[in-house]
């Protein structure tokens, strides 16, 4: 049997980990966030354990940070996993980060022997609960193929998109460029909707069996904007946050994409306006609140 050590046990890596539990995983799990360890631990999970001590138990370490920073100190800080880590280790990083950082993380692997797939999910925290998240992964197939078994405790739909270890960043990064699209476009469709003596729920009904249907309207409309409830899901920090690292591959790539821009733009001024910490559909209220007409 395996043991799993997994850092990060936010609103998807706690879920992820404890289905990693349900599967017969001995699992390690570590947070700053004590709360969070504690919801592990009630869990059946082990917690309490250094880096060093997680690195010498187990076979694989996973990871799900919220930004390239706690990626980068996890990874490769002075007490980081590549420098403890031994061959032999297998170390995942589910967390959506800069594509640049999956290759730099390779590299130092590779030169401890230590191997490294970068494991983007989709899926969102119902996915994560429910073990239904899509996996894109990049890295040496022979590695993807021996995670198989972990990979299925947590999702449904495991691709490998090829050795390229930042392939399956990439293809996440479009994935949620598309995502940035449908929040906004659900957002200011519903704004006017509303403003045009609409029924919201009726209207869904109507377009959720029409060409207007989309996953990210359905998920925004029924979980959040109906019931004007932004308890995170996805903040919409991190949706900023990956759409920043979208426009940077088109940088890199000389790809010029103008919509996005404007996009970028509108997600980051909501978060100067306060609602970064909030789930990303909040971009309805944002809209409606800084954009109604006052008569
Ligand atoms: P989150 O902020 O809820 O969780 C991140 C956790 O990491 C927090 O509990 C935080 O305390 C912990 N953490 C931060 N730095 C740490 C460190 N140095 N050591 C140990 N723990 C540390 O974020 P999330 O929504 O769970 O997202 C995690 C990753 O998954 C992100 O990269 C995000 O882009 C990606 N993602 C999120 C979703 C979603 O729907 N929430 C979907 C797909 C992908």
């Given at each position: 049997?395996?043991?799993?050590?997994?850092?990060?046990?936010?609103?998807?890596?706690?879920?992820?980990?404890?289905?990693?539990?349900?599967?017969?995983?001995?699992?390690?799990?570590?947070?700053?966030?004590k709360?969070?360890?504690?919801?592990f631990?009630?869990?059946?999970?082990t917690?309490g354990?250094?880096?060093?001590?997680?690195?010498?138990?187990?076979?694989?370490?996973?990871?799900?940070?919220?930004?390239?920073?706690?990626?980068?100190?996890?990874?490769?800080?002075?007490k980081?996993?590549?420098?403890?880590?031994?061959?032999?280790?297998?170390?995942?990083?589910?967390?959506?980060?800069?594509?640049?950082?999956?290759?730099?993380?390779?590299?130092?692997?590779?030169?401890?022997?230590?191997?490294?797939?970068?494991?983007?999910?989709?899926?969102?925290?119902?996915?994560?609960?429910?073990?239904?998240?899509?996996?894109?992964?990049g890295?040496?197939?022979?590695?993807?193929?021996?995670?198989?078994?972990?990979?299925?405790?947590?999702?449904?739909?495991?691709?490998?998109?090829?050795?390229?270890?930042?392939?399956?960043?990439?293809?996440?990064?479009?994935?949620?460029?598309?995502?940035?699209?449908?929040?906004?476009g659900?957002?200011?469709?519903?704004?006017?909707?509303?403003?045009?003596?609409?029924?919201?729920?009726?209207?869904?009904?109507?377009?959720?069996?029409?060409?207007?249907?989309s996953?990210?309207?359905?998920?925004?409309?029924?979980?959040?904007?109906?019931?004007?409830?932004y308890?995170?899901?996805?903040?919409?920090?991190?949706?900023?946050?990956?759409?920043?690292?979208?426009?940077?591959?088109?940088?890199?790539?000389?790809v010029?994409?103008?919509?996005?821009?404007?996009?970028?733009?509108?997600?980051?001024?909501?978060?100067?306006?306060?609602?970064?910490?909030?789930?990303?559909?909040?971009?309805?209220?944002?809209?409606?609140?800084?954009?109604t007409?006052?008569l």
């Amino acid at each position: 049997m395996k043991k799993i050590g997994f850092i990060g046990l936010g609103n998807m890596g706690l879920p992820m980990s404890r289905n990693l539990l349900l599967s017969h995983f001995t699992v390690y799990g570590m947070d700053l966030n004590k709360e969070a360890e504690m919801s592990f631990h009630q869990s059946g999970g082990t917690i309490g354990v250094s880096v060093e001590n997680m690195v010498e138990q187990c076979d694989v370490i996973l990871t799900s940070l919220p930004s390239s920073n706690a990626v980068e100190e996890v990874y490769l800080g002075e007490k980081g996993l590549v420098n403890l880590a031994d061959s032999g280790i297998v170390l995942i990083d589910t967390s959506t980060v800069a594509p640049e950082l999956n290759i730099r993380i390779e590299k130092a692997a590779e030169k401890k022997g230590v191997a490294f797939l970068a494991a983007p999910v989709s899926g969102g925290v119902i996915g994560a609960v429910n073990g239904t998240l899509t996996f894109m992964v990049g890295g040496a197939k022979s590695t993807f193929d021996k995670m198989i078994p972990v990979f299925n405790a947590m999702g449904e739909n495991i691709f490998h998109v090829n050795e390229k270890i930042d392939s399956g960043t990439n293809t996440k990064l479009i994935n949620n460029l598309l995502i940035g699209f449908y929040t906004a476009g659900v957002s200011e469709a519903l704004h006017l909707a509303k403003n045009s003596s609409l029924d919201l729920e009726k209207m869904f009904e109507m377009l959720n069996v029409s060409y207007g249907q989309s996953r990210i309207y359905e998920r925004n409309y029924k979980s959040f904007i109906a019931d004007d409830n932004y308890e995170p899901g996805f903040s919409l920090k991190l949706l900023r946050k990956d759409l920043g690292f979208a426009l940077g591959l088109a940088a890199k790539n000389n790809v010029e994409l103008p919509v996005s821009k404007i996009l970028f733009d509108l997600y980051e001024e909501a978060e100067m306006n306060g609602y970064g910490e909030k789930d990303m559909s909040v971009l309805y209220k944002k809209i409606s609140e800084q954009t109604t007409t006052i008569l």
